[in-house]
């Protein structure tokens, strides 16, 4: 079992910048690979960024550029947390994002979700 919690995002103005945190507990080790997502625009949940477990990220043309993942170096206090950091942020940015694990054996878990605004 893994538990993901989200933290951060909020509102910024465009060009803002906003950062969201998701800190996974419980069996971590099994975690084989993450991913951010995002609803938007009244649009179907998509997906933005894929890391796997060789710690090589993808990420949609959409966000290319601007947003970056990461992982906390502090791995004894933070052993699993991820950060979507969102620069350059737009107005069509605003939505609720989500982390999302998939493990070994197969489990998907997913984080609640964490709402940016992005005014004009």
């Known amino acids: 079992q893994v538990r993901l919690v989200q933290s951060g995002g909020g509102s910024t103005h465009s060009g803002g910048s906003l950062r969201i945190s998701c800190a996974g507990s419980?069996?971590?080790?099994?975690?084989?690979?993450a991913t951010w997502h995002r609803e938007v625009g009244g649009r179907q949940r998509e997906l933005i960024a894929s890391?796997?477990?060789?710690?090589?990220?993808?990420?949609?043309?959409a966000v290319r550029g601007r947003f970056t993942v990461s992982r906390d170096s502090d791995r004894v206090t933070h052993p699993y947390t991820m950060y979507l950091q969102m620069n350059d942020l737009k107005p069509e940015d605003t939505g609720t994002y989500y982390c999302?694990?998939?493990?070994?054996?197969?489990?998907?878990?997913w984080g609640q979700g964490t709402q940016v605004t992005v005014s004009s």
């Open positions: 999302k694990v998939d493990t070994y054996p197969p489990r998907t878990y």
């Open positions: 419980g069996n971590i080790n099994s975690i084989v690979s």
């Open positions: 890391t796997t477990v060789q710690n090589n990220t993808i990420y949609v043309e």
